[in-house]
């Protein structure tokens, strides 16, 4: 027995160095051909308020996101120009696969944008990041972000989507340049369930021809619930036990 609790404690440690880093992004338009009508738009994208449809535009190079076109302005009239995006834990696969402490863009009042290390899809604490597209024409009025959780939805009121509006310009090559613009942005820390499905709202603070841009969401896993978190080593290790049992 002595031997059969050494080798699970060692497997359980074994899997947690060894564990693939991973998180969900989700691009808004997945046509990479830019024109003036959005092609196709991501299923887990919808418009909100009175919202219908919106422009079309160029990329984010934010790590992680497929080849994409962005959405700007909107047909928002009594609303403000809306765009949500949604995410479902445990549904949702993971697809973008950064390194632990990897860059993942600009410092801001929430902390430094680095991956975490963890692999996405259970219930716990999830980071959650927006990005767009380099401009310099977007509304200065900027945009209200709204992220769900189980808890209290977390609110930034003021997102500024021009180049070096919103966080440090950290320019580390091509994929960072400035602001919220080709990286990725931290707007909020929330606690989520698998299976349950969240939103992160993206609302103009003044409806005009470029009131917003954005490209991309991703939903990258913090701190892993307890529970998950044993469950997942207990099960990585079962084969390993009943191996030790049988020699």
Sequence with gaps: MKRIIGLTVACMAISLSGSAHAAFTAAVDLDPEAGTTPGSLNPNFSYGGDTTSASESGQSFAVGLPEHDSLFGGDGVAAPDTYVMSYTPGTDADNFFPAAGSLLGSTTGFGTETASGQ????????????????????????????????????????????????????????????????????????????????????????????????????WELAVPEPTSLLLFCLGGCALAVTRRRVD
């Design 119 to 218: 692999v996405g899809g259970g219930s716990g604490t999830y980071n959650v990041y927006i990005t767009a597209p380099e401009s310099l024409n977007v509304n200065a009025a900027g945009s209200r972000v709204t992220v769900t959780g189980d808890g209290a939805p977390v609110i930034t009121p003021m997102v500024n989507f021009n180049s070096g509006g919103t966080g440090a310009d950290l320019d580390s090559g091509p994929a960072f340049v400035g602001g919220v613009n080709n990286a990725w942005l931290l707007v909020g820390t929330v606690d989520l369930t698998a299976g349950n499905t969240y939103t992160v709202s993206v609302e103009a603070n003044v409806n005009s021809f470029v009131s917003q841009r954005l490209a991309g969401v991703m």
